[in-house]
């Protein structure tokens, strides 16, 4: 999917980048310096407070019921809606591969890459990219990048809501790499999901955990055999994730919510 990759101060990257040169657009944890240099192990060449001017940042992206039900995704933006912001990551071919592991590692797949941004001009003309203010920064419009969405990213709804945690990760990340200001109220708005506590919804939630907590640790052990030197897993074993996700909340949907409560934020 060709698209506009919008960083800030990318006034000296060379139209002619080298193949072991990639940009990893971080929106979500992978901000957090503790998250993607210290936990993650991966050390970027450099890194710019950038923006995607086609998307906006949603909650659509399945979760876990109960527990995180939504994570952090993107979409086509509407004509009013704040483009989504994060951080631009300049990598070698090496860190790129073991962010892409480590994306299917967190289940994190609303994720994007702009890798191998090749032929870029940088735009020298003066003219303002369609939103190209918030708050007191602006951002320069590079044309030519390829955004892509990692597979498996497996949209459910913007009803569902994410954990607070999840939530508390995007607004430490904003504020550690100084995104701008009316982004950072934006996420602080965001609604999360509030855990009942009642008996019902905690006993519902043991036995829907003591279900799907064991396919996780399935996954986690598979990822680990299956990924390859690229840092991929193969298609099917993201078909097979995609139909047990599917699964999880076909469960939760029209089976475990009926006895024990809604574990998504929505109307019980």
């Not at 980048?17 to 990893?24: T, V």
């Not at 994306?103 to 990219?129: K, V």
Request: glycine residues 8%; proline residues 4%.
């Amino acid at each position: 999917m060709t698209d506009y990759f919008a960083p800030s101060n990318f006034t000296r990257i060379s139209p002619r980048m080298s193949n072991n040169i990639h940009w990893y657009f971080a929106y979500g944890s992978n901000m957090l310096e503790d998250v993607f240099v210290k936990r993650r192990k991966i050390q970027p060449q450099k890194y710019e407070v950038a923006a995607i001017n086609t998307h906006t940042l949603c909650f659509n992206v399945m979760g876990v019921p109960y527990t995180d039900p939504a994570m952090g995704g993107i979409r086509l933006k509407g004509e009013q809606e704040t483009p989504v912001y994060g951080v631009a990551y300049q990598l070698t071919s090496e860190d790129m591969q073991r962010g892409r592991y480590c994306i299917y590692y967190s289940n994190t797949y609303g994720h994007c890459t702009a890798r191998r941004l090749l032929d870029i001009s940088h735009d020298t003309s003066g003219q303002a990219s369609s939103r190209p203010e918030l708050g007191k920064t602006t951002f320069s419009t590079i044309h030519g990048a390829c955004v892509k969405i990692m597979p498996g990213l497996i949209i459910r709804h913007n009803r569902a809501t994410g954990a607070d945690n999840s939530k508390g990760l995007l607004i430490r990340g904003a504020h550690e790499k100084a995104l701008p200001a009316e982004y950072q109220e934006k996420l602080v708005s965001q609604p999360t999901f509030e855990p009942t506590s009642s008996l019902r919804f905690w006993i519902g939630k043991r036995i829907f955990d003591s279900i799907w907590q064991r396919v996780a640790r399935w996954i986690e052990v598979w990822v680990h055999k299956l990924k390859g030197d690229d840092g991929e897993v193969p298609r099917w074993f993201l078909t097979t994730f995609d139909c047990l996700l599917w699964t999880m909340w076909f469960h939760h949907d029209y089976l475990h919510s009926v006895l024990w409560g809604r574990g998504d934020g929505m109307c019980k």
